[in-house]
């Protein structure tokens, strides 16, 4: 981590968990929890819980993000939320290419290349997540595929687009919900990886500036090592992220 450049940031993807009350309820606590703390945070529930949330964490340091958005403004497309919606309920952030997207819901490079597109049109920061899966890292494809993420779902962006907008997330898929994390040599390889890639396709300005978040199985018991990283920035939590108690430890990770 490198907080002089880069403020480090902690994530909580809540997926397809929680109704209203709960939601509320929880994020109710970790504003509590998480009052003084100086890292910035993210909470992203459910499309349902965005609303009553988005009250709860109305001016606190507690920023609201959506899992995900259709890259258009509006129209008829039933079952999709627009950034424009997004950005009107109080979101500032928006997780794109999440691998449970691509994996499940067709998410494409393409598709999430006009999702970034459409998010940072209305000033939504994206968390761009990229990630190889096990069978692809057993290849020794890590690097290729990384790369081809990166590339085709930033093409046609500038380093002015994207400088201190842009957070990338490193998920390698076979460490979400598994509780198998990536090895500390194997993390810093591949942000380290990242920041070069961001350098070559873009610029040393987006190198230095943009924040790279590590998720998969990020816990209390490992976050500090993983903070440590150089070019770890922060952090994107799933599971670990749905109790206020357990992910408040993990924002406090310097304590
Ligand atoms: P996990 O999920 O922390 O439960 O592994 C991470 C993620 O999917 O963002």
Redesign the pocket.
């Known amino acids: 981590m490198n907080p002089t450049l880069r403020k480090p940031l902690i994530a909580g993807?809540w997926k397809m968990y929680k109704t209203v009350a709960e939601a509320v309820q929880t994020a109710k606590d970790l504003v509590q929890c998480t009052a003084g703390v100086d890292v910035d945070i993210m909470i992203a529930p459910p499309f349902t819980a965005l609303a009553p949330v988005a009250e709860v964490v109305r001016g606190t340091s507690v920023a609201l993000g959506g899992q995900n958005l259709f890259s258009k403004n509006d129209g008829a497309y039933t079952g999709e939320i627009s950034p424009v919606m997004l950005a009107d309920i109080g979101c500032r952030y928006v997780i794109i290419g999440?691998s449970?997207r691509r994996q499940f819901f067709g998410d494409t490079d393409a598709s999430v290349n006009a999702k970034i597109r459409a998010a940072l049109n209305h000033r939504l920061i994206p968390v761009f997540c990229v990630g190889e899966t096990d069978a692809q890292r057993e290849a020794g494809e890590t690097f290729s595929v990384l790369d081809k993420q990166v590339s085709k779902g930033l093409e046609g962006f500038s380093s002015e687009m994207l400088s201190n907008v842009i957070v990338i997330a490193y998920?390698p898929v076979w460490?979400?919900?598994?509780g198998k994390t990536a090895t500390s040599d194997q993390i810093q390889e591949v942000h380290t990886f990242l920041r070069s890639l961001a350098e070559k396709r873009f610029d040393n300005l987006l190198a230095k500036t943009v924040k790279i978040l590590y998720?998969?199985?990020?816990k209390p018991e490992n976050v500090s090592e993983i903070m440590k990283l150089p070019d770890v920035d922060g952090a994107?939590?799933?599971?670990?992220s749905l109790s206020a108690e357990v992910f408040s430890k993990i924002i406090r990770f310097h304590h």
């Open positions: 993807n999440h449970e998920e460490a979400i919900g598994t998720g998969g199985s990020v994107l939590v799933g599971g670990a």
